[in-house]
């Protein structure tokens, strides 16, 4: 079957512009992840989403981040006003349920480049 | 806070076993994970093991787990080049909410001929 896709794969942007993310988590997956991997800070956790709800969203690294999701699928990462500091690959990730021993199958990532 | 640790590079030549250790702070973790990640590919979970076990094996793998050294390894017998990966060791806590999970940097593993 399909697995967690995203759109772009690669984005390049203008630092100032605003830009936004899909992720399209495997059918009947009630659980959506997003992380940021980057050189300096590794793999970092940045929100969950258990339907379309997001109960935490502390691990956002600022303001200009949020995120949506809708009918309990897709979700968008939304970036205002994007910074050099927000270059990464963004990746999204889907589970069966929340939390350990839901395994996290994860998406391929988009990698945003802001120049 | 949370913190898990993990050497960046890790040399073995074909053939030989691959031993990949982690530290993690977080005493309350309850999963514990390791992801496997292939240049220009997603996120593959390799196995994971709760934290009431110590051991767990599958094929080629063994994960140890200490928990009150809070130490985890990942062998890999056998080692071959397809094995070529940035390998993750990645921790959770499942107190009945849903949290992400908290990742290491990531150890290079190299195959050498």
């Known amino acids: 079957g399909a697995g967690v896709s995203q759109s772009p794969s690669n984005k390049v942007t203008e630092k100032g512009k605003d830009v936004e993310l899909r992720c399209d988590p495997i059918?009947?997956?009630?659980?959506l992840y997003w992380y940021r991997q980057s050189l300096g800070q590794g793999l970092e956790f940045l929100i969950y989403?258990?339907?379309?709800?997001?109960?935490?969203k502390s691990g956002l690294p600022s303001d200009r981040f949020s995120a949506e999701r809708t009918g309990g699928s897709v979700s968008t990462l939304t970036i205002q006003r994007t910074q050099q500091e927000d270059s990464a690959v963004y990746l999204c990730?889907?589970?069966?349920?929340?939390?350990?021993?839901?395994?996290?199958?994860f998406g391929p990532g988009t990698r945003l480049t802001v120049t | 806070g949370e913190d898990v640790e993990q050497s960046l590079f890790l040399s073995v030549r074909e053939g030989d076993s691959s031993v990949i250790n982690c530290t993690y702070t977080?005493?309350?973790?309850?999963?514990l994970y390791w992801y496997k990640q292939e240049p220009g590919a997603g996120l593959q979970l390799l196995t994971y093991?709760?934290?009431?076990?110590d051991m767990k094996q599958d094929q080629r793998l063994t994960v140890l787990l200490n928990k009150k050294d809070k130490h985890l390894s990942l062998r890999i017998a056998d080692t071959q080049t397809g094995d070529s990966a940035i390998y993750f060791c990645?921790?959770?806590?499942?107190?009945?909410?849903?949290?992400?999970?908290?990742f290491g940097k990531g150890t290079h593993l190299i195959i050498q001929p």
């Open positions: 990730a889907s589970s069966l349920g929340l939390g350990g021993p839901y395994e996290q199958y």
């Open positions: 059918s009947g997956h009630t659980a």
């Open positions: 989403f258990q339907g379309n709800s997001a109960p935490d």
């Open positions: 977080d005493s309350s973790s309850t999963y």
């Open positions: 093991i709760f934290s009431n076990m």
């Open positions: 990645a921790e959770s806590y499942s107190g009945g909410g849903a949290d992400g999970l908290t």
